[in-house]
């Protein structure tokens, strides 16, 4: 299915943050090119895009999509002073079967569409995405309101007074769009809110809720500042462990932040925090308190930053299966030498052979935690929401190794990772047990 993107207005509410509204940045991407990476997470690989105003700079920054692993043909509208109705209308000829239709300045959920895809049309009917939660950063004064009874839209409008669903801009339309638009026009109207008020006075207009996924029209200051909230928002995951969501998370974006704004890569992130935890590791192999003070800083730091490759992948749209894996294995990679740094530390100031057991104990605790929670987390995903709170994860261990480091009691602390680990890897196969029983 091909995508139809609307990016001809001049929008003048965004003037002080960029001369063309589609390429204002947001967090690592402008505009349209969350729009387009957002389509393509839904399988969505061929777009049309209606360019007006600047847009040449538009097209030459785009070209033919390739840089998005996409494929971009161009739609120019002289009128594109005129409503947006008139911009859809300029595709008449270019699409003639069944196509997606989004705004260049709106945000959404990659899951819209994907559920969008699998509904059912006939030839003469469209589909509107509604939002019926009207979620906190939604400006309430400004959206588009819908009236909708059973799955048909029956009316629509920014004044409507009575209505029970919001206007989000996603559409999936067939040729009967244009029809009604060209009627719309004609009458004067050249919007195309118009031209769907047409479609839903023949009952032909039909209505998609799009639940509990998320949505934006970033058209002002006010709602970019919300549109930046919200992606912050959505990189809180169901399975950040404690610390992870009171403490590590809170820095990590705010890191993330500014590494949005360099050229770096989230592998990239992966290795570096993976650097900082093996200094912080060196620190420890020589015992000594100041030594261990700054082992733990450097632990502590390389837990935050390694929130960081996720963010900035999840933010820039370039999530990957390799991407994850290679994270994991540096993870594993530095949980080891951290462990053994503190270990050794131990044993070159005090002699005592013990602690190579303990210290085995704990590594192996650490890594049977980490393999246990891929399999627990998806399986339990939903009653995670509900228990993380108790969550035994990275986060929690190497912010016990921080601790046990500044408080100068590493032997205690290994002896409570070996059993907290251990402990939690045993429950889990338990649970697992009864679950699969």
């Given at each position: 299915m091909k995508a139809l993107i609307l990016a001809a207005g001049q929008g003048i509410r965004q003037k002080d943050n960029g001369d063309s509204k589609p390429l204002i940045p947001l967090l690592g991407l402008n505009f349209i090119e969350r729009v387009i990476l957002t389509a393509k997470k839904s399988g969505i690989?061929?777009?049309?895009?209606?360019?007006?105003?600047?847009?040449?700079?538009?097209?030459?920054?785009?070209?033919?999509?390739?840089?998005?692993?996409?494929?971009?043909?161009?739609?120019?509208?002289?009128?594109?002073?005129?409503?947006n109705g008139i911009s859809v209308l300029k595709a008449k000829n270019y699409l003639q079967e069944p196509f997606i239709l989004l705004m260049a300045d709106h945000l959404f959920d990659y899951k819209i569409l994907f559920a969008l895809q699998k509904q059912t049309i006939e030839d003469d009917e469209c589909i509107l995405c509604v939002d019926k939660n009207h979620h906190k950063y939604l400006d309430m004064y400004d959206a588009t309101k819908v009236l909708i009874e059973g799955s048909q839209i029956k009316d629509i409008d920014k004044q409507l007074y009575d209505y029970n669903g919001i206007d989000t801009g996603i559409f999936l339309c067939t040729s009967a769009i244009f029809d009604a638009l060209e009627k719309s026009?004609?009458?004067?109207?050249?919007?195309?809110?118009?031209?769907?008020?047409?479609?839903?006075?023949?009952?032909?207009?039909?209505?998609?809720?799009?639940?509990?996924?998320?949505?934006?029209?970033v058209d002002d200051d006010s709602s970019l500042k919300n549109a930046k909230s919200l992606l912050f928002e959505k990189l809180k995951k169901n399975t950040d462990g404690p610390i992870s969501r009171i403490l590590n998370r809170p820095i990590s974006i705010k890191i993330s932040?500014?590494?949005?704004?360099?050229?770096?890569?989230?592998?990239?992130?992966?290795?570096?925090?993976?650097?900082?935890?093996?200094?912080?590791?060196?620190?420890?192999?020589?015992?000594?308190?100041?030594?261990?003070?700054?082992?733990?800083?450097?632990?502590?730091?390389?837990?935050?930053?390694?929130?960081?490759?996720?963010e900035v992948a999840r933010l820039k749209l370039i999530e990957s299966k390799y991407g994850g894996w290679f994270d994991a294995v540096m993870d594993r990679y530095a949980d080891a030498i951290i462990i053994f740094g503190m270990v050794h530390g131990h044993w070159i100031l005090h002699n005592d052979i013990t602690i190579w057991t303990i210290g085995f104990m704990a590594l192996m605790g650490s890594f049977l935690n980490s393999y246990t929670a891929d399999k627990y987390d998806v399986i339990f995903k939903k009653r995670i929401n509900e228990?993380?709170?108790?969550?035994?994860?990275?986060?929690?261990?190497?912010?016990?190794?921080?601790?046990?480091?500044?408080?100068?009691?590493?032997?205690?602390?290994?002896?409570?990772?070996?059993?907290?680990?251990?402990?939690?890897?045993?429950?889990?196969?338990?649970?697992?047990?009864?679950?699969?029983?």
């Open positions: 690989k061929d777009f049309q895009i209606v360019i007006g105003y600047k847009g040449k700079r538009i097209q030459k920054y785009l070209g033919n999509g390739k840089k998005l692993g996409v494929n971009v043909d161009y739609i120019y509208n002289d009128e594109w002073i005129k409503g026009i004609d009458s004067g109207n050249e919007s195309l809110a118009a031209g769907i008020k047409i479609l839903a006075n023949r009952h032909k207009m039909k209505a998609f809720d799009i639940s509990d996924k998320y949505w934006l029209d932040e500014l590494l949005l704004k360099t050229n770096i890569t989230p592998n990239q992130i992966s290795l570096i925090s993976f650097i900082i935890g093996l200094f912080g590791a060196l620190f420890f192999y020589f015992g000594d308190y100041v030594f261990l003070v700054i082992g733990g800083i450097l632990v502590h730091l390389s837990s935050m930053i390694d929130g960081c490759d996720g228990i993380n709170g108790l969550r035994m994860g990275r986060d929690v261990r190497l912010f016990l190794i921080f601790i046990g480091a500044l408080s100068n009691q590493i032997l205690i602390t290994l002896v409570i990772l070996a059993i907290i680990s251990n402990f939690e890897s045993i429950r889990r196969l338990v649970v697992l047990r009864f679950r699969y029983a």
